[in-house]
């Protein structure tokens, strides 16, 4: 387990500077800055579920305007 501690302290160390160094560049908290990222992850996955329930909902539209009937009884 002492190499799991180094990497989580690796990343620890290195990984959430990132969000740290940003925010003292533009002059807020670092909160703030890693709450925008969560918050556009989640946006970004949201749009894209969007879209997909979009395409599905009109491929099956599509499926019953446009279905082959085999004959006039079919209706």
Same mark, same amino acid.
């Given at each position: 387990?002492?190499? @799991? ?10 990984? /959430?500077? &990132?969000?740290?160094?940003? $925010?003292?560049? !533009? ?9 925008? @990222? ?10 894209? /579920?969007? &879209?997909?329930?979009?395409? $599905?909902?009109? !491929? ?16």
């Amino acid at each position: 387990m002492k190499w @799991f501690d180094n990497i989580k302290y690796f990343f620890e160390r290195n990984g /959430f500077e &990132v969000s740290t160094r940003f $925010a003292e560049r !533009l002059g807020m908290k670092a909160k703030n800055v890693r709450l925008f @990222f969560i918050y556009l992850t989640f946006a970004t996955f949201g749009i894209w /579920f969007a &879209v997909y329930l979009t395409l $599905a909902f009109l !491929l099956k539209l599509k499926d019953l305007i446009y279905t082959k009937r085999t004959s006039v009884f079919d209706l």
